[in-house]
């Protein structure tokens, strides 16, 4: 593996090169899924991708953790935290099974 990042750009150039739309409307198209998503997201939905995953946020209660360099103890407040669970298809295409 090369540990290559996957980012906006090359998801709107592999839309425009597999579905056939401009460069533009290829952008126009990626930014509105995930201005979609996001907007789920924040507004508390769960986000579901068939073959491939969903996205949840959870809500993380207060607690007490610990400088690991002080060791003194400091309270760590409630916040959320956004959770992707891969599908089961996804898992066993990344470990080489087929699916």
Excluded: C, W
């Excluded at 409307?25 to 939905?45: K, N, R, T």
């Excluded at 760590?76 to 298809?89: D, E, G, Y």
Aim: glycine share 10%; aromatic share 4%; proline share 3%.
């Amino acid at each position: 593996m090369d540990n290559r990042t996957v980012t906006r750009a090359d998801l709107a150039e592999s839309v425009y090169e597999q579905v056939g739309l401009s460069r533009n409307e290829s952008s126009d198209l990626v930014e509105a899924v995930l201005e979609e998503i996001s907007a789920a997201l924040v507004g508390g939905d769960t986000v579901k991708i068939s073959s491939f995953g969903s996205f949840s946020v959870r809500e993380k209660g207060e607690r007490i953790g610990r400088n690991p360099k002080t060791g003194i103890e400091v309270p760590i407040l409630p916040r959320k935290v956004l959770v992707f669970r891969a599908s089961h298809v996804l898992k066993d295409r990344i470990n080489g099974e087929q699916g």
